[in-house]
């Protein structure tokens, strides 16, 4: 008697290199680095910004705070102000963290890039999906967090979460002379634009590479990759990750806390 349900030799093998793969990807362990070495001079004069008060809690701990929500992450490692890590150290110990997560100090750079790179040398061997986030967006809800994981996971060697843009975007050049009109050169059809928010994701061989390689100056780590030639996937972003830059942000974000705080009863 024949039994058709039994799977072929070729089908069992097709099957258990499957599970190979999904088993590796489920033990990928994941670190976020979190560059908070910037000055904010966009914000106004006082405090780095990370180190600015939301609702009487730091910025940079309600960042780290939204990364450790997320179950897959074990490591945080948080960028300083080159001369801030202390500061930043007993920030961190000063407040409730989740203790399934690890958490590191290190100084940090000139630029954004730098910072980040210094970040990548301070993580461990073991981790092979790195996050990147911005200190300065401080209420990413962790589904976002979640989705980014899950794409790398899938084999995405990176993922930025996105969202449509309200505003038509216009490219333009400099000004013919100082303080006259710049002109408009170009109207990127909007439908095609999407804003780029963080946590990025990345396949940690990958955004080392990427680090290693590109020496221009860029705003996110996405496009490093992309200057490698590789694929950039996009995942829906959230209108809560935006990004504290100017004064008007401050009041934005601690109206989201409030609205957190009444939906979950306190
Ligand atoms: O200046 P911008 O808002 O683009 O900064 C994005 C993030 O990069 C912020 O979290 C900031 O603290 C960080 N940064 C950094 N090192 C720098 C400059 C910016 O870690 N030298």
Do not use: Y
């Amino acid at each position: 008697m024949s039994d058709d349900s039994r799977p072929s030799p070729a089908e069992a093998r097709t099957e258990s290199r499957t599970a190979a793969r999904t088993a590796a990807r489920t033990a990928a362990r994941t670190a976020v680095v979190i560059p908070a070495a910037g000055r904010g001079v966009r914000l106004g004069p006082g405090a780095p910004k990370a180190l600015r008060a939301l609702n009487g809690t730091p910025m940079l701990i309600h960042a780290v705070r939204a990364m450790a929500a997320s179950r897959a992450v074990s490591l945080v490692v948080v960028v300083a102000p080159p001369d801030g890590a202390a500061e930043v150290k007993s920030l961190l110990d000063a407040h409730a963290l989740p203790e399934r997560t690890d958490f590191l100090v290190v100084p940090g750079g000139e630029s954004r890039q730098e910072s980040v790179k210094l970040g990548l040398d301070a993580l461990p061997p073991d981790f092979d999906i790195v996050l990147v986030h911005d200190a300065a967006r401080p209420l990413v809800p962790v589904d976002t967090v979640d989705a980014v994981i899950e794409a790398v996971r899938e084999g995405a060697p990176a993922v930025v979460p996105a969202l449509p843009l309200a505003d038509t975007v216009k490219e333009v050049a400099a000004a013919a002379e100082p303080g006259a009109p710049e002109p408009v050169v170009a109207t990127p059809e909007r439908a095609r634009l999407r804003a780029v928010q963080t946590p990025q994701g990345f396949d940690r061989a990958t955004l080392i590479r990427a680090h290693e390689t590109v020496t221009d100056d860029v705003t996110d780590d996405a496009s490093m990759v992309e200057q490698l030639g590789l694929t950039v996937v996009v995942v829906p972003g959230h209108e809560e990750a935006f990004k504290v830059t100017r004064p008007l942000d401050l009041v934005l974000a601690e109206a989201v806390l409030a609205r957190r705080r009444l939906n979950d009863g306190f």
